[in-house]
């Protein structure tokens, strides 16, 4: 599949690429949203579904455009598609980054776009990506969604303690080692 003319999907490839961030990220997806309402965003190609395929040419753009909100071959193809996405939305409706919001790469494009509607999980500020990735995993197979909050919100470091611990500790109440707890 990784070789073969027809690529591979981009949710398979950048959860191999990736490791454990990814497949936590596209995890929670499916395990949260419908499919036709997750969207990837492709450097060089904007906000692509979870299926779309890596072909050796799009690896090319992909491997050549770097991620920085301030390259028009980035911005550009990401800025598209999310003013397409938000015509389409409801008014009402969220839009999950499951992306950092610690830097501008995807924020600085997309918060002028879908402004307040644009959120991200609470517990996410002051953890890294294998940390955020874990805890993705542990929610999506505990089935438990995670709270989100407006970027408008600060984004720093919980004042009520270490972020890794507090996530430690929201992990071990909210999901069990061979999946929900049975009732």
């Not at 071959?73 to 015509?87: I, M, T, V």
């Not at 950092?100 to 402004?115: E, R, T």
């Not at 611990?165 to 992990?171: I, K, P, T, V």
């Given at each position: 599949?990784y070789?073969?003319?027809?690529?591979v999907?981009?949710?398979?490839a950048?959860?191999?690429?990736s490791?454990?961030?990814?497949?936590?990220?596209?995890?929670?997806?499916?395990?949260?949203a419908?499919?036709?309402?997750?969207?990837?965003?492709?450097?060089?190609?904007?906000?692509?579904?979870?299926?779309w395929?890596?072909?050796?040419?799009?690896?090319?753009v992909?491997?050549?455009?770097?991620?920085?909100?301030?390259?028009r071959?980035?911005?550009?193809?990401?800025?598209?598609?999310?003013l397409?996405?938000?015509?389409?939305l409801?008014?009402?409706?969220?839009?999950?980054l499951?992306?950092?919001?610690?830097?501008?790469?995807?924020?600085?494009?997309l918060?002028?776009?879908f402004?307040?509607?644009?959120v991200?999980p609470?517990?996410?500020?002051?953890?890294?990506d294998?940390?955020r990735?874990?805890?993705?995993?542990?929610?999506?197979?505990?089935?438990?969604?995670?709270d989100?909050?407006?970027?408008?919100?600060?984004?720093?470091?919980?004042?009520s303690?270490d972020?890794?611990?507090?996530?430690?500790?929201?992990?071990?109440?909210h999901?069990y080692?061979?999946?929900?707890?049975?009732?």
């Amino acid at each position: 599949m990784y070789q073969s003319a027809e690529g591979v999907p981009i949710a398979l490839a950048f959860a191999f690429m990736s490791a454990l961030y990814f497949r936590g990220k596209i995890a929670y997806a499916l395990q949260f949203a419908e499919v036709e309402n997750i969207f990837v965003i492709a450097p060089g190609f904007g906000l692509v579904p979870p299926d779309w395929r890596i072909t050796a040419e799009r690896m090319k753009v992909l491997s050549k455009t770097e991620v920085d909100a301030r390259k028009r071959n980035y911005r550009n193809p990401l800025k598209r598609d999310a003013l397409e996405l938000a015509e389409r939305l409801d008014p009402d409706a969220q839009v999950v980054l499951l992306g950092s919001v610690a830097s501008g790469k995807y924020v600085d494009i997309l918060w002028p776009i879908f402004g307040e509607r644009l959120v991200f999980p609470e517990i996410f500020a002051g953890l890294g990506d294998m940390s955020r990735g874990g805890l993705l995993l542990r929610a999506a197979r505990a089935n438990r969604e995670l709270d989100y909050t407006s970027l408008a919100a600060p984004r720093r470091k919980s004042q009520s303690g270490d972020p890794v611990e507090l996530a430690r500790q929201w992990a071990r109440s909210h999901s069990y080692p061979m999946g929900p707890k049975r009732t």
